[in-house]
């Protein structure tokens, strides 16, 4: 009776053992068909995201970010050379070669200056500072003839109101006259010096020496006086746009 049961038992057991070894079988095969499709799934997802242009793998945006940088930072160092060797050029040339290179005088046309070249490098190497004050008179009476024009312009573009600006124009027509009398005796002054130092070089650097500081003066206060008017061009010239290209554009512009 004993032997039965325990034989029954062992049946019992080994149904039991066999039942489990096909549980785990099938959970076996499960687990690998579900392992096969999600690796399909992942090769078909990778194949639409290499077609599609507008999705980028991290490998590639890893690639664009670093050549970006490395272009920037190219872009950086060779600006930053440039500028360095620039300003040793510009320190070399003003404190290493002023003693030895003297300063040439180059022709430059001063279309309001009415003084032949000779005479205007004749002011430039014996009365540097007035030559130099020529020079802004020639640029500031430019500038108030240019505001002249754009005040007749709007004179003309409404006439009804050409009153306005006519009385506005006088007042630069007056300033800017009263200047040009000023720098006709200067520049006679000038032509008198210039005819008497190579007549008789020796008069002529004495009298140089003597006329020298009172021209200068009068051309000073003469450029002085119109202050108040190279300030009111200064404020109504439109902003200057920021950036390289646009800001060039815009002076290139304005000088035209």
Same mark, same amino acid.
């Given at each position: 009776m004993v032997d039965k049961l325990k034989e029954n038992k062992s049946k019992e057991?080994?149904? %039991? +053992?066999?039942? $489990?070894?096909? *549980?785990?079988?099938? $959970?076996?095969? $499960?687990?690998? =068909?579900?392992?096969?499709?999600?690796?399909?799934? #992942?090769?078909?997802?990778?194949? +639409? /995201?290499? !077609? #599609?242009?507008? &999705? %980028?793998? +991290? &490998?590639?945006?890893? !690639? $664009?970010?670093?050549?970006?940088?490395? =272009?920037?930072?190219?872009?950086?160092?060779? &600006?930053?050379?440039? =500028?360095?060797f620039g300003s040793g050029f510009v320190v070399y040339k003003m404190y290493f070669l002023a003693s030895d290179e003297p300063i040439i005088y180059k022709t430059i046309v001063l279309k309001n200056v009415n003084l032949p070249d000779e005479m205007l490098e004749f002011s430039f190497d014996k009365m540097n500072d007035l030559y130099f004050a020529l020079a802004t008179y020639n640029l500031r009476?430019?500038?108030?003839?240019? @505001?002249?024009?754009?005040?007749?312009?709007? /004179? @003309? #573009?409404?006439? #009804?109101?050409?009153? =306005? *600006?006519?009385?506005? %124009?006088k007042n630069w027509i007056k300033a800017k006259e009263k200047v040009e009398k000023k720098f006709v005796k200067i520049e006679k002054e000038i032509k008198e010096l210039y005819v008497l130092y190579n007549v008789n070089k020796e008069d002529g650097v004495k009298k140089i020496e003597e006329k020298s500081k009172e021209l200068l003066l009068q051309a000073t206060e003469a450029l002085k006086s119109l202050d108040p008017y190279i300030e009111i061009i200064e404020a109504n010239k439109k902003k200057e746009p920021q950036g390289f290209i646009d800001n060039t554009i815009f002076k290139i512009k304005n000088i035209l």
């Amino acid at each position: 009776m004993v032997d039965k049961l325990k034989e029954n038992k062992s049946k019992e057991e080994k149904k %039991k +053992d066999k039942a $489990e070894k096909r *549980a785990l079988k099938k $959970e076996a095969k $499960e687990a690998k =068909i579900k392992a096969k499709l999600a690796a399909k799934s #992942d090769k078909k997802n990778t194949k +639409d /995201g290499a !077609k #599609d242009p507008n &999705v %980028k793998s +991290d &490998v590639s945006t890893a !690639k $664009e970010k670093k050549s970006f940088f490395t =272009i920037k930072k190219l872009i950086f160092f060779t &600006v930053l050379i440039i =500028i360095i060797f620039g300003s040793g050029f510009v320190v070399y040339k003003m404190y290493f070669l002023a003693s030895d290179e003297p300063i040439i005088y180059k022709t430059i046309v001063l279309k309001n200056v009415n003084l032949p070249d000779e005479m205007l490098e004749f002011s430039f190497d014996k009365m540097n500072d007035l030559y130099f004050a020529l020079a802004t008179y020639n640029l500031r009476t430019f500038l108030l003839t240019k @505001e002249i024009n754009r005040i007749t312009k709007i /004179g @003309e #573009d409404y006439p #009804d109101q050409h009153k =306005i *600006a006519e009385k506005e %124009k006088k007042n630069w027509i007056k300033a800017k006259e009263k200047v040009e009398k000023k720098f006709v005796k200067i520049e006679k002054e000038i032509k008198e010096l210039y005819v008497l130092y190579n007549v008789n070089k020796e008069d002529g650097v004495k009298k140089i020496e003597e006329k020298s500081k009172e021209l200068l003066l009068q051309a000073t206060e003469a450029l002085k006086s119109l202050d108040p008017y190279i300030e009111i061009i200064e404020a109504n010239k439109k902003k200057e746009p920021q950036g390289f290209i646009d800001n060039t554009i815009f002076k290139i512009k304005n000088i035209l």
